[in-house]
């Protein structure tokens, strides 16, 4: 059975840091591109960052890059998301998902909701004022 499990949600202050993990079962993990998406409330699923299988690319939304870093470790079959210098717009559920890796141009990384296959539950990451 394939899951994704993610943690490490919670609630912070404006500026603060959070990292997020993603854990993976089910399948084989270094084969797959792993994604982190957030949706707000009212407001479409969005990507926010994703890794390729082998470490080497990676996709960062502008809303985030400077600011999150995406980095996996395959031994542990878990993806994280540091998150920094965190804003109230942050605020939403986070999920991480699997998808192939991209087969033509080395220089992209899949960010669209339909380029996944495997879905997490979710995790609540709250920014206050």
């Known amino acids: 059975e394939v899951q994704l499990v993610e943690s490490g949600g919670g609630l912070v202050q404006a500026g603060g840091s959070l990292r997020l993990s993603c854990a993976a079962s089910?399948?084989?993990?270094?084969?797959?591109?792993i994604g982190w998406f957030r949706q707000a409330t009212g407001k479409e699923r969005e990507g926010v960052s994703s890794i390729s299988s082998s470490d080497d690319s990676t996709y960062y939304a502008d809303s985030v890059k400077g600011r999150f870093t995406i980095s996996r470790d395959n031994a542990k079959n878990t993806v994280y998301l540091q998150m920094s210098s965190l804003k109230p717009e942050d605020t939403a559920v986070y999920y991480c998902?699997?998808?192939?890796?991209?087969?033509?141009?080395?220089?992209?990384?899949?960010?669209?909701?339909?380029?996944?296959?495997?879905w997490g539950q979710g995790t609540q990451v709250t920014v206050s004022l």
């Open positions: 089910g399948f084989t993990f270094d084969d797959y591109t």
């Open positions: 998902a699997a998808g192939p890796d991209y087969s033509g141009s080395n220089y992209y990384t899949p960010r669209y909701l339909y380029e996944y296959d495997y």
